[in-house]
């Protein structure tokens, strides 16, 4: 991804970008990102000029493909939900039914409205064997990983198993071990989680999960992982780190991870390069610190809108399993202000 920060086009610029033979087309982009371009192999690089933010999309020879990485919005359909006999456009996958253990599959009355009464649900029975289930991601061929999460107690998820990534497949259904990640140093009965967020990245189909597993009160053993889809083979990893929601956004001009952690109510991010991996150090982006109706909520859930904001669900968190009487579950809006280079809240 490349960025230009340039001025305003005058005259002579404009006659310069009349002269430029190799361009068919030229978009001026009002934002400061760019998406990214996938060259075929054989054809030049393009030419670009510096006198706004210019990007070339149509070289005269070269066929190319544009992906709207900027939304980071590649989840597909699993086929599997037609094969079952369920409309798409009114069904979801859901985790969190309190009375079903394991993952459930739903046709609401409404489409697009999960809130809606439900027409008629189903368990495929491969969907049982990891216990209670909490996050759920779908990549970009419709695969669904999720991870198990103990629910009130750890009866029906024993910790030894809290560190491992299930699949669902999207042709067959069928949900299989994807991948087991590291065991904790020390495991103990005063931390049950292993799993606990997910995120992945579309242009390298890299999937990002955080595990509190092995940490302890006064010790912050967590780490984030980075996990190539394809291999499902570990390519870096940021160690002592007890972070919670994810989500990565475009929106500074750069490719990041936000996160949070259960240790405190700040929000960090951390540069990805054009491999997936971890550029330098996590970095303080902003905080939930006094703000809401508890003043020091933790961040479950990070997603940018198309506006250029990142939603961010958050709530009480204590590395314990007691379960409110309802969910007490506050939503910000922070938007990225250009001029001081500062996330502000919004809402």
Known sequence: MKVFRVGKV????????????PMKKI??????YL??????????????????????LTLNSCKEEV??????????????????????????LTTSDEKIMGLMLKESTQAGNPNAPVAKQMQHPSWLTGGWLAPILIASNGDIFTSPAPFINILN??????????????KTGIMEVF????SADSINTDNPFGIIGMALLCETNT???????????????????????????????????????????????????????????????ITLDKTGKFMGDPLLAFTLQDLGIRGDDKVRKIRPDNKDNLIINAMEFNYNLIAPREKQESIYKFGYDEETKKWVLVK
């Open 10 to 21: 005058n005259k002579l610029d404009y006659e310069i970008l009349q002269r430029v033979k």
């Open 27 to 32: 978009i001026f982009w009002k934002k400061m």
């Open 207 to 269: 999937l990002y999960v955080s595990s509190l597993a092995g940490s302890k009160r006064h010790n912050e053993n967590g780490h984030i992982y980075a996990i190539d889809v394809t291999s499902g083979k570990i390519i870096d990893q940021i160690t002592n780190t007890d972070a919670m929601g994810m989500g990565i956004s475009y929106i500074t001009g750069k490719r990041k991870l936000y996160f949070g952690t259960g240790r405190s109510s700040d929000v960090f991010d």
């Open 179 to 182: 991948l087991k990640l590291p």
């Open 35 to 56: 998406p990214t371009v996938n060259y075929q192999p054989g054809c030049p690089a393009g030419r670009l000029l510096t006198v706004l933010t210019i990007f070339l």
């Open 157 to 170: 998820n024993p910790i030894n198993n809290n560190n491992t990534i299930y699949k669902i497949d999207s």
């Open 67 to 92: 992906v709207d990485y900027q939304a980071n919005n590649c989840k597909r359909n699993p086929t599997f939900m037609q094969s079952f006999g369920y409309n798409p456009s009114f069904s979801y």
